[in-house]
C-alpha cells in the first residue's frame, strides 16, 4: 500500500490529509472496523504507518473538530487500551515501536496534563518490560 493510497482510503472517513484542520469523523463504526485494526496497520510499511499516525495527530490536535472527535468516537472507543495490547504483544515490529510512541506523546499528551503522567508510566513501563538498550 502507498501513502496516496491509504489517504483516499481515509477520505470517506473524514481524514482529508490536505485539510488536517477540517478532520472530523465521519463514521465511527467505519472508522472502527478499519483505522482501528492495529494489527493491520503494525503490518503496513513505515511510510504509511508514520501516515496513519499522523491521522490520529489530525484528529486530536490540528482539526477544528477535536472536540467532536474525542466526545463522540475516542471516548466509545478502547483506543489507548488496544495500542498498549498492541505494544505489549509485540504487533509492531522494533522499528515501528517508535513512531507509535511518538504519536502518543504528540497526540494524545496534549489533552489532559494529568494523563501524562499516567501515558509516560505506562508507555515506561512497556517499553522496560519488553525491550532493552541493546534493541534500540
Request: hydrophobic share 50%; charged share 20%; aromatic share 12%.
Amino acid at each position: 500500500m502507498t501513502v496516496s493510497t491509504f489517504q483516499t482510503l481515509f477520505l470517506p472517513l473524514g481524514i482529508n490529509f490536505d485539510k488536517p484542520d477540517n478532520a472530523t469523523i465521519l463514521n465511527s463504526a467505519a472508522y472502527k472496523a478499519l483505522a482501528l485494526k492495529l494489527d493491520l496497520w503494525s503490518r503496513a510499511n513505515q511510510d504509511v504507518l508514520e501516515a496513519f499516525c499522523l491521522h490520529f495527530e489530525h484528529l486530536l490536535i490540528t482539526s477544528r473538530h477535536k472536540r467532536f472527535n474525542i466526545l463522540k468516537c475516542f471516548k466509545k472507543v478502547a483506543i489507548v487500551r488496544a495500542f498498549m495490547f498492541a505494544l505489549k504483544a509485540n504487533t509492531f515490529d522494533s522499528t515501528a515501536v517508535p513512531i507509535v510512541i511518538r504519536m502518543f506523546f504528540s497526540s494524545w499528551s496534549s489533552q489532559d496534563n494529568k494523563a501524562d503522567v499516567a501515558w509516560t508510566g505506562t508507555i515506561k513501563t512497556i517499553l522496560e518490560v519488553h525491550w532493552s538498550a541493546e534493541d534500540s
